[in-house]
């Protein structure tokens, strides 16, 4: 896999081109791909663009900002690749045109991966249901039974969401990503307005492991409740560490793949805590 040879020479011209992003393992997979759609008469980016010596991140948002179709090809592989997620969220920034192709469709966490796919793009419904199809082709895979109720806790369905989070945590409990699960019980009971035990799942979640959305809910739902003391001293804490990102990034953030309701009254949560 490491010698396979790139198919040919990427475009480098002014008329129109399709970005493609995969992950470089996949290579054998898709590079067939590429030659089917150079040869139907389509010009073809892909990292094999990418002159020595240049700058990775500025010639690749180059060639995504001015692509005319930008293709991913959605795999387990392309998930847990940083790059491959990063030139997706600046594609779905940028406002291009995308089209998501899933490499393996009885694999469960290429269903994951193509269901975090959709929620990066804002597409909910069709991430629900890439993730749903994850846990129906893998029930007791904790980590699709966890990404599938993440989502349901940002689409303001928090008893669906704690029923599979229950079930991802009780499949394996020693998981390394039980932070992360713990940050999901927090949403789900935030979205149910539950916002004493949202404050306790999300405080656990950071004992766990320090993370972003476990520290905006330990803020945000003591400060909708009777926490606002708590609340202020995390955000003061924090400040010590680093600036506290501006509420507008935040909800931008949110509001791709969540809840209107949920992400107002998060906002509105950090906003008496002190966040500016």
Known sequence: MANLSKPFEAYQGNDDYIFVSYAHSDAQSVYPDFTYLKDAGFNIWYDEGISPGSRWTSELASAIENCSLFLAFVSPAAVESENCVNEI??????????????????????????????????????SLGALARGVELSPNDAMANGCYAMQLAASNRPEEAKNYIDHAMSISPEDPWQHRFALVRARAHFAAAEYEESENWATRSLQLRPNNGAFLHSVAAPALSDGIDRARERVDKAREVQPTVPLEAIEQSFLRNTDRDYVTRLIEGLKRAGFE
């Open 89 to 126: 969220e600046f594609a779905v920034n940028r406002r291009r045109p995308m089209l998501v192709v899933q490499l393996d469709p009885l694999d469960a966490f290429a269903h994951h991966a193509l269901g975090h796919a959709y929620a990066i793009m804002g597409q909910i419904d069709e």
